[in-house]
């Protein structure tokens, strides 16, 4: 047993795995089938010359089955590719809004995004006390999402006691979650770690700066800020839990039903979560409001947005101003123009790439595992998000079964073939039995996946190319694994560099 005064380490993370039979996908199935029909059909047609060409078809069809080039297989790198192709030719992976984008009935604009993202709509409620928050309605899911920015205290400069029991808090608070059929259906975190050219700290430095101080004084401290300001970099990070109307039904219709109805109940909670919140040691720095939320969405799309609205916010506290509060206006929110590459994502701008972490650190690891990754990359800006779906502990007793009966019928199949059982195997057999023990004792069960999104200014190949090694070079240090989301970075980019709660499919089930 791990000392409360010795570094605890961390382990164990299962991939998700959906296949129809075996390791088989439904094409891959299809594609195997049709090899293996390929070769009988000439054997018991007795047309043997018909073999020259059935062979070489039947094989050509198992390599796009088996055989992985960056770990995905043929079939799925051919399905990515037509795909791909078919939007290009549509013109599907252009983006264009300004006086492009749609009006309301009533003539006003309302936020354009695109993609996966056009769906969504933006709504202020009413949270008390005269204040408002921005809460993301998705009609497709009927989901609302709230977005808090918080501030998390950090694990680098404590002692190895309060490291342990900070993220032994947050484990807490996704397990107060792991409920059946709670209305909590995500949780993700979003931190983004952007170069800063100062405005926002000589901002503040004027405005805190005692207009007493000596001169002497005033010119060092302008000295000092206009030295460390252009290297300075900006750190957000955000909470966001999603709420299902669906699930939450009968709360809502007490609540009054329809779109306020779901949005107070969504409040209620956040209000509920606020004491497992604290415990984990984050401080909620606000939640935000409409135009904060638009602000977020714009600064993602627009880097070069980020020192205009700094200045902006700043001008906005003096006392006699009268413009605009701070934030953006919601029809500003999204990006005037992108389009999607098979490799890289354009916006306005700014050109990005988005990575699905494949593998997580083999063996076990400290809490601090990550860090490189989420370490500021220079002039690009980096977004790291981590979507969690808590399972309730029925759902998670069955998902747990399935794994362990899939990967212990998979032993026995090769045992009986003479094979040799895989150190992996038995490995990932362990940490399936170690999960469902783990469920047994009371702990809970979550589904997760990491996106990161690095983005560079303009569209020069030389800085992006940059990027992306020092990313691959940080994630090799954090021990993790990156894969490019090819033929799928506009959809990446929604996911991983936006704390909208996106990012984390639905669980198919195996046939």
Not at 85 to 106: E, Y
Not at 163 to 177: D, E, I, K, Q
Not at 478 to 483: D, F, K, N, P, W
Request: with cysteine.
């Amino acid at each position: 047993m791990t000392s409360h005064h010795e570094p605890q380490l961390y382990g164990g993370w299962q991939p998700e795995r959906s296949s129809y039979l075996g390791e088989l996908s439904l094409g891959g199935l299809v594609l195997v089938a049709g090899a293996g029909l390929s070769v009988m059909v000439p054997v018991y047609l007795h047309q043997w010359a018909g073999e020259i060409v059935a062979v070489p078809v039947a094989l050509v069809l198992l390599a796009l089955v088996y055989v992985r080039v960056h770990g995905l297989s043929g079939i799925e790198w051919l399905n990515l590719a037509v795909r791909h192709q078919i939007n290009v030719a549509g013109r599907r992976n252009v983006f264009l809004s300004g006086v492009f984008a749609p009006r309301r009935p009533d003539g006003t604009q309302g936020m354009d995004l695109p993609g996966v993202l056009a769906r969504l709509r933006l709504l202020s409620v009413p949270t008390g006390a005269g204040e408002e928050m921005g809460v993301l309605f998705d009609p497709r899911t009927n989901c609302y999402s709230a977005v808090m920015e918080v501030r998390f205290p950090g694990l680098a400069l404590v002692d190895t006691g309060r490291a342990n029991a900070r993220v032994a808090a947050w484990g807490a608070f996704l397990r107060t979650h792991c409920v059946e059929g709670g209305p909590i259906v995500r949780i993700a975190v979003h931190d983004r770690s952007l170069p800063d050219d100062g405005t926002a700290l000589m901002a503040w430095t004027a405005d805190h700066l005692d207009p007493a101080a000596p001169p002497h004084v005033r010119d060092l401290v302008a000295d000092l800020t206009a030295d460390t300001a252009p290297v300075a970099a900006a750190r957000r990070t955000y909470l966001t839990i999603t709420m299902s109307a669906t699930r939450a039904r009968l709360a809502v219709k007490g609540a009054g039903g329809g779109e306020l109805g779901a949005c107070a109940v969504l409040v209620r909670e956040l209000l509920a979560m606020q004491s497992t919140i604290a415990a984990a040691d984050l401080e909620v720095v606000r939640r935000l409001t409409s135009r904060d939320l638009a602000e977020v969405i714009r600064t993602g799309y627009d880097p070069h947005s980020v020192a205009t609205i700094a200045a902006h916010a700043a001008a906005a506290k003096a006392p006699d101003w009268e413009g605009l509060p701070p934030g953006v206006d919601e029809e500003l929110a999204g990006p005037a123009a992108a389009e999607s590459y098979w490799s890289r994502y354009q916006h306005d701008g700014a050109t990005s790439i988005t990575y699905h972490v494949h593998r997580w650190p083999e063996g076990r690891v400290y809490s601090s595992v990550l860090q490189p990754l989420m370490s500021p990359g220079g002039d690009a800006t980096r977004s790291f998000t981590l979507t969690y779906e808590c399972l309730g502990p029925r759902t998670a007793r069955t998902v747990l079964r399935r794994e362990r009966t899939k990967r212990d019928v998979k032993r026995r199949v090769r045992a009986q073939g003479g094979k040799i059982e895989s150190l992996d195997e038995r490995q990932d057999l362990a940490h399936a039995q170690e999960q469902d023990s783990a469920r047994v004792a009371g702990h809970g069960i979550v589904r997760f996946t990491g996106l990161v999104t690095v983005t560079v200014a303009g569209h020069d190949p030389a800085r992006l190319a940059a990027a992306h090694a020092q990313m691959l070079k940080d994630a090799a240090s954090s021990g993790v694994v990156l894969r490019e989301l090819y033929a799928a970075q506009d959809s990446g980019f929604a996911a991983g560099a936006l704390p909208l709660g996106q990012g984390l499919p639905e669980k198919r089930r195996a046939l």
